[in-house]
């Protein structure tokens, strides 16, 4: 398994267990409702421009060691934002479902998991080689 595969099936998995926990809360306590959606919509929005960005570093990859074809021009950063911007615009016209605080402080979710596991599993290959 390649590591950027390995990091993104450990990405998904913790993303998932974070968002079952913010819907439990989210059952469990429901004048905070808004703040376990918000929570999750975030951390969706996150985890698919992690996957997006992936994609594209494997796409740069490809081309730069001659495998691709053409080149094509993408909006990269521009999806990336487009989809933030999008989840802040849900959480804004629909504040009764989602908190707009919970939505924006989530958006980096999947970006911190990351350096997060990086550090963890270059810790654990240094562990096995030492």
């Known amino acids: 398994m390649s590591e950027m595969a390995r990091f993104q099936r450990v990405l998904w998995i913790v993303a ?17 409702r808004d703040v376990g959606h918000g929570l999750v919509l975030g951390t969706v929005v996150s985890c698919l421009n992690v996957l997006y960005m992936s994609y594209k570093v494997r796409k740069v990859a490809s081309a730069a060691a001659g495998e691709g074809g053409k080149r094509i021009m993408g909006l990269g950063f521009g999806v990336r934002v487009a989809t933030s911007i999008l989840a802040m615009v849900l959480a804004l016209e629909f504040p009764s479902y989602f908190h707009e605080i919970a939505v924006a402080a989530s958006l980096v979710f999947g970006q911190l998991l990351l350096l997060v596991i990086g550090i963890i599993l270059a810790l654990q290959e240094d562990k096995q080689r030492g």
């Not at 998932?16 to 905070?32: I, T």
């Open 16 to 32: 998932f267990f974070f968002m079952a926990l913010c819907f439990l809360l989210a059952a469990l306590m429901p004048h905070h």
